[in-house]
């Protein structure tokens, strides 16, 4: 498989925040926390897994978890932003609201 680079994983970022109709977050240095994380995770286990959560080792348990994740539509619609507050609402992201931690909308039995 090849490897992702930072850069390759940043496009990836910009174009879903595109075709959702979102923004990212304007934090430049804790977005870059996060594109290190979602480079490292797809190098290591072959898919985008979110960079806030952990895997479960096997495609099929982290589905849900895979950037976009299952649950970011609707954090996003209720608290501005995802779970790992790498994406925003466009109206979050007008208001200038500080991110902050939002409850794990990820059912207690699927996280590993
Ligand atoms: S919480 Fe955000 S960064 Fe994590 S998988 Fe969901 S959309 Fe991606």
Not at 73 to 91: N, R, T
Request: charged share 30%; with cysteine.
């Amino acid at each position: 498989m090849k490897e992702k680079t930072l850069e390759e994983t940043k496009v990836f970022v910009e174009r879903v925040a595109q075709h959702q109709g979102w923004r990212v977050n304007p934090d430049r240095e804790f977005v870059q926390t996060l594109l290190e994380g979602l480079t490292t995770n797809f190098n290591r286990y072959g898919y985008f897994l979110c960079p806030c959560r952990d895997s479960g080792n096997s495609r099929e348990r982290d589905k849900d978890v895979i950037c976009p994740c299952l649950y970011s539509k609707e954090d996003i619609q209720e608290y501005g932003h995802c779970y790992c507050a790498l994406f925003f609402s466009p109206a979050f992201y007008a208001s200038g609201k500080e991110y902050g931690p939002i409850p794990e909308r990820r059912p207690e039995h699927l996280i590993p």
